[in-house]
T-cell receptor
């Protein structure tokens, strides 16, 4: 599992409330990513980080912010949750394999429901 | 704008049959094409991957065929088993950040 832990695993929140999801890794990987998974869309990149305090936007970044104050933690925040942000959120890291490919490994996911 | 298109959306195969899932991409900067397998309640797991300098890669019962000129690639699962029933995603990546662009997924059901 590449040492990735996501918390919480499940959360129900009300529209308009702030929500923070946490991704913790134990292997000191430089790159970390947040994706959301929705039926018919596969997984889409929200934000990614290439180091402490270094982040960039992905395909669906509107309404989300991220922070990375330590190598091991990458936080995803929904400042004011909306029903359209009901989704399953996955954190990922990348690491180089023996074949020199950069392989992505995913956490177990966080199922977020905004009511 | 979907940069990686995947078909079919769902697939039902008899045990022992061949499962074939197709993907097409648009961005010629992509240089790595992995396939992921996902079981319910789990995160996607890397199954097999290919780079565009080869036309085929085989690992056990799983084979990727890659057609660079057509910008298409496919996953073939030989001798499909009920345990292969899962959702399969093709993906593509390129650039220094190695972020993945995913297809929309194929739900495979292998009947016993």
């Amino acid at each position: 599992d590449a040492g990735i832990t996501q918390s919480p695993r499940h959360k129900v929140t009300e529209t308009g409330t702030p929500v923070t999801l946490r991704c913790h890794q134990t292997e000191n990987h430089r790159y970390m990513y947040w994706y959301r998974q929705d039926p018919g869309h596969g997984l889409r990149l929200i934000h990614y980080s290439y180091g402490v305090k270094d982040t960039d936007k992905g395909e669906v970044s509107d309404g989300y912010s991220v922070s990375r104050s330590k190598t091991e933690d990458f936080l995803l925040t929904l400042e004011s949750a909306t029903s359209s942000q009901t989704s399953v959120y996955f954190c990922a890291i990348t690491r180089s394999s023996l074949t020199r490919n950069t392989e992505a490994f995913f956490g177990q996911g966080t199922r977020l429901t905004v009511v | 704008q979907q940069q990686v298109k995947q078909s079919p959306q769902s697939l039902i195969v008899q045990k022992g049959g061949i499962s074939i899932i197709n993907c097409a991409y648009e961005n010629t900067a992509f240089d790595y094409f992995p396939w992921y397998q996902q079981f319910p309640g789990k995160g996607p797991a890397l199954l097999i991957a290919i780079r565009p300098d080869v036309s085929e890669k085989k690992e056990g019962r799983f084979t990727i065929s890659f057609n660079k000129s057509a910008k298409q690639f496919s996953l073939h699962i030989m001798d499909s088993q009920p345990g292969d029933s899962a959702t399969y995603f093709c993906a593509a990546s390129g650039g220094s950040a190695r972020q993945l662009t995913f297809g929309s997924g194929t739900q495979l059901t292998v009947l016993p």
